[in-house]
């Protein structure tokens, strides 16, 4: 288990994202989480498995190898690994040997979850919770990314569930500078989230799909349920379309992260999937020069450090929260 640079025990003990599920096949892949350096599998079974990328014999990635049934073979000299991290087999040395007990890589936990592969380092806390938009196919769920992002992955989703800068940043698609005004709107804490009450925002481009062929209103929701891990729904009021999106972050090292997204729907089926995909492309990428710009880098968590409007209060109640847990990775 990594301890030795990151002493954040909420991140080594959360979920992490680490690969969209459907792109996992017959290769294993390597990741990088909290600066550890990790294998990622499929076996013949479908069972997706997590070991740290490295061989207990001399050192080679075990990433570089291949998959074998139910093992990981090191590209060096052929040591099966199972998913447990016990080496299963040692070809130079007779079958009648006993493999030594310290022939074994560390194991982490792995699940696949929304679409996504997710990776744990320490001990999971929880398990992620079901969400229905996001595993109900009958939602049409989209993995988007992965994108990267030179910050700290607390800036990205603090952005997440920011309202102001819709305007601004994506003025002309989620919002417009003349509607800038933003209504008074509640912020809820309950254990393991933070979330809001019902926010109206104009939009001058409509979603892929809708009914709608100029801009309208629709009813965010915003929540944060992990420390790395947002959603949001958007609603049509008069049609009931709404469009849900799911942001979590992968932390690569304390400045640079992963981000990985899924886009649900309950209408426009017939609207090939790709235009909700390249329309989210085109958001995150508006999102992610101005992120990359912000000083400091990490995410201050002393509320006197930056001046606080009211309209940033579901971004005070998630720095309030990341304080309440104790997460210090990506923060200052």
């Not at 996504?116 to 919770?129: A, K, N, Q, R």
């Not at 993995?143 to 030179?150: I, L, Q, S």
């Not at 698609?173 to 709107?185: K, N, R, S, T």
Request: glycine share 6%.
């Amino acid at each position: 288990m990594l301890t030795a640079t990151v002493k954040d025990t909420v991140l080594l003990n959360e979920w992490h994202p680490v690969f969209i599920a459907k792109d996992l096949k017959e290769e294993p892949v390597s990741v990088i989480v909290l600066g550890e350096r990790v294998a990622v599998f499929r076996a013949a079974s479908g069972q997706v498995y997590a070991l740290r990328d490295l061989c207990i014999h001399r050192g080679a990635m075990l990433s570089k190898g291949r998959v074998e049934g139910e093992t990981l073979v090191c590209p060096y000299h052929g040591w099966k690994y199972d998913g447990s991290g016990a080496c299963v087999c040692i070809p130079a040395q007779a079958k009648t040997d006993k493999i030594p007990l310290r022939a074994k890589a560390t194991k982490y936990q792995a699940v696949e979850k929304y679409g996504l592969v997710w990776v744990c380092l320490g001990e999971p806390t929880s398990e992620l919770p079901y969400l229905e938009e996001f595993e109900n196919p009958e939602y049409r769920p989209l993995p988007c990314g992965p994108y990267a992002v030179h910050a700290a992955g607390t800036r990205v989703i603090e952005n997440f569930t920011d309202f102001a800068h819709l305007m601004f940043v994506h003025g002309g698609l989620l919002g417009h500078p003349d509607y800038a005004e933003l209504p008074d709107f509640k912020v809820y804490k309950e254990p393991g989230r933070v979330y809001t009450g019902d926010v109206p925002i104009f939009q001058p481009v409509a979603h892929s799909g809708s009914e709608m062929e100029e801009g309208t209103t629709y009813v965010y929701v915003k929540e944060v349920f992990r420390p790395l891990a947002a959603r949001l729904s958007k609603r049509d009021s008069a049609t009931g379309q709404t469009l849900w999106i799911l942001l979590t972050v992968l932390p690569v090292e304390e400045k640079e992260c992963l981000v990985y997204m899924s886009v649900s729907r309950n209408y426009g089926f017939d609207v090939p999937d790709e235009q909700f995909i390249n329309f989210q492309d085109t958001v995150f990428e508006q999102d992610k020069w101005i992120i990359e710009t912000q000083k400091p880098e990490l995410l201050p968590l002393d509320l006197q450090l930056e001046l606080n409007h009211k309209a940033d209060s579901l971004s005070v109640a998630y720095r309030r929260w990341l304080i309440e847990l104790g997460v210090t990775f990506g923060t200052t």
